[in-house]
């Protein structure tokens, strides 16, 4: 509704404007992904961590930045949605060479995106809860028309059908060299990062992770490259930060609501 979106910023003149002031201030609009505002929440009582993810971006536009959303006042914010403790895995799998003298060919990877009901349902829940976000008092005087899904899409098969032409990876994938104990015949490497099998070979990145991470892989990625470097070197592991953990506060009735309170205007009605 109002002209504070980062639409007027936009135009190839402006892009090179904030270009040339990033470089010769390092300060301005350039100097940021816009990213600033995010949140976790979970979709559902009985689950413990929050599993959904929101990120916040005063400008609605496609992933790549290529595709600005229209709206009546050419003004527009977004919210991205994810659910993050999917259930759906995916493979990597070696493809056979076309003759002994060829190159070795690419694997086959396979994301296998959305192949359990679950990860459904929670893209469901995580789109109603950002529709309730910005539904609040709060938002009055920013929110107008929603763009997408749009307003008439309510029902689980037509957010459904949003979901099949709009969801995206985030470009996060991980774990397909499960760390694990060599009786674990998913596993690839231990835990000095050494790979089953094979010497002087090791694995630092996000695909040793075991299960998925609850959130962007960048900080759980660099612990794990710092873990793995004191063990090459032989450096003593920290020891576990038991103040810390106790510190991290969870709802104490995390298996019977979704949430601590009743918001001001209640959009959805919590079904997951």
Known sequence: RRPVSLALHLSPWRKAALGAQWLLTRNGLGATNHF???GFVRSRAGVEWPDVQLHFLPVAMSYDGKTVAASSTGHSLQLHVGYNRSSSRGSVTPSAPLSP???PPTPIVRFNYMSQEDDWRGFRAAI???REIVAQPAFDSLIGDEIQPGAKA???NELDEFLVEHLESAYH???TCKL???TDPLSV???SGKVHGVGRLRVADASIFPSIPNGNLNAPTIMCAEKLSDAILGV????EDLVGAAATWVDPEWQTRQRERRPMRQTWDGRY
């Open 173 to 175: 994938p991980c774990g």
């Open 180 to 182: 694990g104990p060599k």
């Open 36 to 38: 600033e505002a995010g």
């Open 101 to 103: 003298s060829a190159p």
């Open 128 to 130: 109603r809860i950002a």
């Open 154 to 156: 309510q029902t689980d």
């Open 236 to 239: 003593p592991p920290l020891l």
């Open 189 to 191: 490497i231990g835990p």
